[in-house]
């Protein structure tokens, strides 16, 4: 048995593979990626690696991709799914994390830090012109409330903010237990001071926030994504931004990264860091060890315990149900009842779990494993 590792994951999870009898764990580099593949049984990466078909084409034994994160972009499903290669990845790992640095991000477009802190560094004191704005008492619109909306969702409370949500796929019991009111796009649009983008990247959700989306929203509203670059047309976000309809926005994510070509670079009401939301010590601990168990359980036939770990569409358990080699697949989002939640649950807080009692709201729990 011959698992590849082509990403840097946590020293635990390359020593919890390591310690299976028998498995030959190979750390590899992109240089050598190719030659390895060839009698490799199982994959794992990070974003870094492209799974492309080309690749899965090399590797006539691979059963298993693992993906230590969440997005399977990086990965070609469908040449997956014809191989019948299975494909996990490890949703949930890295909320926490995401959704702190989202409210790093919007609390540093309310207080304007970066341009106050380089100002310092340039030896500016620019008391004067620092006037930010308070979160308590504001709207903050969550579009997307699974995993890491839900998150964001509780931390807003402490911060005395009203919260919406637009969630087509979120039933109304699961966003009053996080004290959410889900409402229509429009709506959610019209009265929020913030919009934080928290949905999968679908042909649904693909530049959901476009020149349209913008002009149905308050004026001076600020807009934050630490989902997925695609979900906004930057030149649209970009013209809203110089004009004034928007008065800030501050990303983790481009449609295209490192951003060579993006308008958004340069504007002084835009703020960004590289693709980092899910960047912490504890979350690359977590996604590791999670990666490492999917293919520890995948290769010993303990499928459903995987599934319930990783992104266990109905559609993906169904077919697991009816063959050990299941098809890749992957958590879209995008699919009614397609949600890890509803089928492995968050300790309780299922998308039909009854309401709490008032002032008894349980937070969500969300690490997926
Ligand atoms: N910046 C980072 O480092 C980082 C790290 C982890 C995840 N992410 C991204 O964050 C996003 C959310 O991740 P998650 O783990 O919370 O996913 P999730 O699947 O738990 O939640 C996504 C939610 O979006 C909802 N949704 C689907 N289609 C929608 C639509 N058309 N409109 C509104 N909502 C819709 C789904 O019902 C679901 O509740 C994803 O795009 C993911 O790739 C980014």
Redesign the pocket.
């Known amino acids: 048995m011959k698992v590849i590792i082509a990403d840097k994951i946590s020293e635990r999870g390359v020593q919890l593979l390591k310690e299976q009898p028998g498995w030959n764990v190979v750390l590899t580099t992109k240089d050598n990626l190719n030659v390895e593949m060839a009698d490799a049984d199982a994959l794992i990466v990070r974003s870094a690696t492209k799974v492309t078909a080309e690749l899965l084409e090399l590797a006539p034994k691979l059963r298993a991709v693992g993906r230590a994160?969440?997005?399977v972009d990086n990965i070609d499903l469908e040449a997956a799914t014809k191989r019948g290669v299975l494909v996990m990845s490890t949703?949930?790992g890295?909320?926490v994390s995401?959704a702190e640095h989202t409210f790093a991000l919007l609390l540093a477009l309310a207080r304007q830090v970066p341009r106050l802190d380089k100002a310092i560094h340039e030896g500016r004191w620019e008391k004067s012109t620092a006037a930010g704005t308070e979160v308590r008492g504001k709207t903050l619109g969550l579009?997307?409330?699974?995993?890491?909306?839900s998150e964001v969702a509780v931390r807003a409370e402490a911060f005395d903010m009203r919260v919406l949500a637009?969630?087509?796929?979120?039933s109304e019991a699961a966003a009053r237990e996080v004290s959410v009111e889900l409402v229509p796009l429009d709506i959610l649009l019209a009265q929020s001071d913030f919009v934080s983008l928290?949905?999968?990247?679908?042909p649904?959700?693909l530049n959901l926030i476009n020149s349209s989306t913008i002009a149905k929203m308050k004026k001076g509203a600020r807009v934050i994504n630490?989902?997925?670059g695609e979900l906004i047309d930057e030149a649209a976000l970009a013209a809203a931004l110089k004009s004034g309809q928007l008065s800030g926005a501050a990303v983790?994510?481009f449609a295209e990264e490192p951003p060579k070509n993006s308008p958004l670079i340069g504007l002084s009401n835009f703020i960004a860091t590289p693709?980092?939301?899910?960047s912490t010590t504890e979350a690359q601990e977590e996604v590791g060890t999670q990666v490492a168990v999917q293919i520890k359980d995948s290769q010993r036939g303990e499928l459903a315990r995987t599934f319930c770990r990783s992104v266990p569409a109905r559609a993906a358990l169904s077919r697991a149900g009816r063959a050990p080699r299941v098809a890749g697949f992957a958590?879209r989002?995008?699919t009614p009842g397609a949600?890890p939640h509803s089928l492995c649950g968050r300790s309780g807080r299922g998308r039909h779990a009854p309401a709490p009692q008032r002032g008894a709201r349980r937070r969500p729990q969300c690490s997926a494993g």
């Open positions: 994160g969440v997005g949703p949930g890295n909320a995401v579009i997307g409330l699974g995993r890491i909306g637009y969630d087509p796929f979120i928290h949905t999968a990247l679908s649904a959700t630490a989902a997925r983790d994510v693709h980092v939301a899910g958590s989002g995008d949600h």
